[in-house]
């Protein structure tokens, strides 16, 4: 069956430019979490959507960063004007229930 | 003072031994807690639930200690397809999971 499908898998963008992430859940979960992971570190949290409810944006690290998700579906994040820090495996997740998460593949970023 | 703290490791044992790690929590109303497995360059992937009562699976024995607030991986008969980043993941009250950094593990012929 389908799991959860991100886009793109690798972005090389330069510092300053905008980039959108995407991420497909597993039909019919309705909780997705997007994390990131910088080399050699934990996952951070940073935001969850669960149903209709108002996001838990509090792991977002700064307001150049920001997510959206469509009809309960696919979600967007969003990081404007790029900085260097940036540069981490973007990861998403679903879940039928907001316990545990399947993951998808990730998108590796790089901000040169 | 993290929310989950592990050991990151490496551990590296042979083939065929029997290793533990631990993580601990800070949030003492946390109430789910997992385990994952994550190998190099890919995504986590959920290894077991850890119950009050423990748990096992095959080789894999999750345990559970609230009074110290420490979960346990144990590993049996170690296999070199073990080898893999174990990530500690607790639900600490906040809606989405808290992950540890890891502890890497080497199975080694």
């Known amino acids: 069956g389908a799991g959860v499908s991100q886009s793109p898998s690798n972005k090389v963008t330069e510092k300053g430019k905008d980039v959108e992430l995407r991420c497909d859940p597993i039909?019919?979960?309705?909780?997705l979490y997007w994390y990131r992971q910088s080399l050699g570190q934990g996952l951070e949290f940073l935001i969850y959507?669960?149903?209709?409810?108002?996001?838990?944006k509090s792991g977002l690290p700064s307001d150049r960063f920001s997510a959206e998700r469509t009809g309960g579906s696919v979600s967007t994040l969003t990081i404007q004007r790029t900085q260097q820090e940036d540069s981490a495996v973007y990861l998403c997740a679903s879940s039928p229930q907001y316990l545990l998460g399947f993951f998808g593949p990730g998108t590796r970023l790089t901000v040169l | 003072r993290k929310e989950v703290e592990q050991d990151p490791g490496p551990f590296n044992v042979p083939e065929g031994a029997t290793v533990a790690f631990n993580c601990t929590y800070s949030?003492?109303?946390?109430?789910?807690f997992f385990w994952y497995r994550q190998d190099c360059r890919k995504e986590p992937k959920l290894l077991m639930s850890?119950?009050?009562s423990g748990n096992e699976d095959g080789r894999f024995t999750a345990q559970l200690n609230r009074a110290s607030q420490y979960i346990s991986l144990l590993i049996r008969d170690s296999k070199l397809s073990d080898s893999a980043t174990y990530l500690c993941?607790?639900?600490?009250?906040?809606?989405?999971?808290?992950f540890g950094s890891g502890t890497r593990l080497q199975v080694q012929p």
């Open positions: 039909s019919g979960h309705t909780a």
């Open positions: 993941v607790v639900n600490t009250g906040r809606r989405a999971l808290t």
């Open positions: 850890v119950y009050s």
């Open positions: 959507f669960q149903g209709n409810s108002a996001p838990d």
């Open positions: 949030n003492s109303a946390s109430q789910s």
